[in-house]
């Protein structure tokens, strides 16, 4: 048997009751082959448009796109109000589970109130559409409630994920001009509060920034510094405002939020997504590759909305479309590893989205816990975040999944906005470890270094990953840089006007599509993106280091781990085993706690090629312990022995 048929027979086409009652067909491809652009436009008819748009797609000015220029719409009066002056304000939106324990159901109606108190309030603090607002928050329904208010009064958020350092908040605030910063008092950690808005204040040490006040929600009473007239307690403005408001149009293209992720500098990427083009994207995506029936799904995404998959399946794709949904303040195993399941239990979720890093960690578990409890609610199952590996796909259905969920992996990018290739779950017979095809509407091939495509069935015909047509979601910029822009995602295939996604694929011989992971470098330590770059400026910040060089190796459990080979400044003392910790704490000092190295390898020299560059593929090999490649464009060959001597010491 070959390869081929295996993967042919390795497949789980959806049972004929699933895909009967599915949202999405066979016949959604058809619709978006026939005409893409009525395609999309009939999906942005799905909202509500103050002022109907006219124009689909714009693309004069490529790579800068605009989707449905003329029409105005107000984005959060799509994910609030419409439900409510639908009739559905009773339903609840948000199922909020605090990590210590405590829980609160939140209506719709309930939620309008709180988003237009927090507009009203925000108004009264004098920023103007357009203004920047950070927000730097762990899991708290006033997070949302911030970028719904946000959103609602065309304020352009940038949520900074909170397990970021002081730095690189300030960095973020800075790179925005942000004029607010919102946070809270602590966060709950393991049942004990840790600070965060002594963070903010470190973060905004010195008068050279743009932050005229920090709003403070009070989470875990933990005590706070505070600056008085730049301070505000959420409880004493927010709370007390108005909760009338009426939601005003803004333009489809109007800025929405900013979102930082690591490129392959050390400086971090603002990536730019708009209005209506964008919640057209998220809401299409959330109702069909989630098969999401408003007032009947109990759905549960479990990221963090610091990151982009909190943005869109969190917030605006799920609230667009009249979800009910689980937002869980905590870690998965606080106060232990039952605690996804005992949450599904409780609420009775149906619909669940994680990262395959986790999926491995419940593997590791044990497959007694999940057990333990009913899952049977369960009917559909996502991952995202990177390659799910097909043992953990299979783990995740069977066990998860009750053998019969269907899973989709769900591949796209901060810079996508959206889902983009993806298995439909009642249409796509899905292989494990597969993210199979484009969805309808989208466009991606797999090409070599010249833009021809690979050849199907061809396995070891590995290419690059490329949208080959603009897609309502996509990034209109990176803020502040159109150069890098152009640079990052346009040159690569210029000739063509693709955007190159910095991913790995390949097509099997069904021609399905299988994502490799990057080919940058830009690592994925369980789901986040952590560039090499960014890790070495933190580690070469500290007084002991001269020179440091970071790869990303594979790892069982977080698909990449962070490996570190540094060499010490002349006067330094090698302290061995306490240094190295020393320098682990100094990077999630510097960056977070996620950015922190699996393992630091103090060496004499460190391999370049006669122009200078360090060769990470060679760093890579020894990290993974494998046989040297090609070393005969280094310098010096015998430098890895004395790597090696040193890592063996280790
Ligand atoms: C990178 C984007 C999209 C939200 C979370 C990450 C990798 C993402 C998959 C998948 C294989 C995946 C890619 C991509 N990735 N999803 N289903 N299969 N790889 O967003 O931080 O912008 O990272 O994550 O390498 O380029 P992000």
Known sequence: MTDNTADHLDAYPPTAEFAAAANAGESLYDRAAADREAFWAEQARRLHWHQPFTRVLDWDDAPFAQWFADGKLNVAYNCVDRHVLDGHGEQ????????????????????????CRAANYLTELGLKAGDRVAIYMPMVPEAIVSMLACARLGLTHSVVFAGFSPSALRQRVDDAQARLVITTDGQWRRGKPAPLKEAVDEALVGSEHSVEHVLVVRRTEIEVPWTDGRDLWWHETVAEASADHEAQPFDAEHPLYILYTSGTTGKPKGILHTSGGYLT?????????????????????????????????????????????????????????????????????SIYYTAPTLVRTFMKWGREIPDAHDLSSIRV???????????????????????????????????????????????????????????????????????????????????????????????????????????????????????????????????DLWVLGRVDDVMNVSGHRISTAEVESALVGHHSVAEAAVVGASDDTTGQGIVAFVILTAGAADTGQDLIAELKAEVSREISPIARPREIHIVPELPKTRSGKIMRRLLRDVAE??????????????????????KANW
């Open 92 to 115: 609840v939106a948000i199922h909020w589970e605090g990590e210590p324990g405590d829980s609160r159901d939140i209506t719709y109606a309930h939620l309008l109130a709180e988003v």
């Open 281 to 349: 994207q998220v809401s299409y995506t959330h109702h069909n590759v989630f098969d999401h029936r408003a007032g009947q799904d109990v759905y549960w995404c479990t990221a963090d909305i610091g990151w982009v998959t909190g943005h869109s399946y969190i917030v605006y794709g799920p609230l667009s479309n009249r979800a009910t949904q689980v937002v869980y303040e905590g870690t998965p195993n606080s106060p232990d590893e039952h605690r996804h399941w005992q949450i599904v239990e409780k609420y009775g979720v």
């Open 381 to 511: 199952l996502g991952s995202v975040g990177e390659p799910i590996n097909p043992e953990a796909w299979r783990w995740y259905r069977e066990v998860i999944g009750s053998n019969s969920a269907p899973i989709v992996d769900t591949w796209w990018q901060t810079e996508t906005g959206a889902i983009m290739i993806s298995p439909l779950p009642g249409v796509t017979a899905a292989k494990p470890g597969a993210a199979m095809t484009p969805l309808p509407g989208i466009s991606a091939k797999v090409v070599d270094e010249e833009g021809n495509p690979v050849h199907l069935g061809e396995t070891e015909a590995n290419g690059y990953l490329v949208l080959d047509q603009p897609w309502p979601s996509m990034l209109r910029g990176i803020w502040g840089d159109p150069d890098r822009y152009r640079s990052t995602y346009w040159e690569r295939y210029a000739e063509q006007g693709w955007y190159f996604a910095g991913d790995g694929a390949k097509l099997d011989a069904d021609g």
């Open 625 to 646: 312990g494998r046989e040297l490649g090609d070393t005969s464009t280094l310098v010096d060959p015998n430098v890895f022995e004395a790597i090696r001597t040193q």
